[in-house]
């Protein structure tokens, strides 16, 4: 099955069952989620159906290297941190994901998945750790969350609200209530990254008393938008 862009367009040939196409991976401290701090090996694959307005890995859309999971599980090994966290783009999008996470897993790593919710979340490995965004109204993907994904969670996954406004905040705190999410998994409340003050994001959690975690980019706090980090 080829990978598309949001426009259609083909990033690269089919891949072959075992190998993915793979924009960057590297060693730094998870930036993100409930564990944030910790230190991880981030494998981020290439391309996304979606275009989140303030998206922030727009050059992992189309650049990249064709891998076999067998080579990305010796490489994550040499990192030597026990945790794993698969990203993008958007993984799901790639089929082979699935056995590059299984390997994973049977090699002893701890992996967490961070998905846009676009696309079915059904056949993940229940071992892994599911961080999945449901897109807010200013990130302009709103439509394209997948909501039986919500179905698919359990206890130990969390599920990401990207926030750049108070519409956004309110969208969410309707969301919450109306699913009752906050009784099925960790929520992440995080403020678009310049756009919206995270203090101001706190005030309003407060102040309506919701059980949700604050989330503040760490690896922007440390080093602002470097590669790699």
């Known amino acids: 099955m080829p990978l598309q862009?949001?426009?259609?367009?083909?990033?690269?040939?089919?891949l072959a069952l075992g190998v993915l196409r793979v924009n960057e991976v590297f060693l730094s401290v998870q930036g993100e989620s409930s564990r944030v701090g910790l230190p991880t090996v981030f494998v981020r694959l290439t391309g996304c159906p979606l275009r989140c307005r303030w998206c922030d890995t727009e050059y992992a859309f189309h650049e990249g290297a064709n891998r076999s999971v067998a080579d990305l599980v010796d490489d994550i090994r040499r990192h030597g941190a026990r945790?794993?966290?698969?990203?993008?783009g958007e993984p799901l999008a790639q089929p082979s994901v699935h056995a590059l996470m299984r390997a994973l897993l049977d090699a002893g790593h701890e992996v967490s998945l961070e998905t846009s919710g676009a696309l079915d979340t059904a056949p993940v490995d229940p071992r892994v750790r599911v961080v999945m965004d449901l897109?807010?109204?200013?990130?302009?993907?709103?439509?394209?969350?997948?909501w039986a994904n919500l179905a698919h969670l359990r206890a130990h996954d969390e599920l990401k609200f990207v926030l750049a406004s108070?519409?956004?905040?309110?969208?969410?705190?309707?969301?919450?209530q109306r699913e009752g999410l906050t009784q099925r998994c960790g929520v992440l409340a995080s403020p678009v990254w310049g756009?919206?003050?995270?203090?101001?994001?706190?005030?309003?959690?407060?102040?309506?008393?919701?059980?949700?975690?604050?989330?503040?980019?760490?690896?922007?706090?440390?080093?602002?938008?470097?590669?790699?980090?």
């Open 135 to 146: 897109k807010c109204p200013d990130s302009g993907e709103v439509g394209r969350n997948r």
């Open 166 to 176: 108070r519409a956004d905040y309110d969208w969410m705190r309707e969301v919450l």
């Open 83 to 88: 945790h794993v966290c698969v990203t993008g």
């Open 195 to 229: 756009e919206l003050d995270p203090a101001r994001l706190a005030e309003w959690i407060l102040a309506d008393q919701l059980d949700v975690r604050l989330q503040v980019q760490l690896h922007k706090v440390l080093w602002q938008d470097a590669r790699g980090r």
């Open 5 to 14: 862009g949001a426009s259609g367009a083909t990033l690269a040939d089919p």
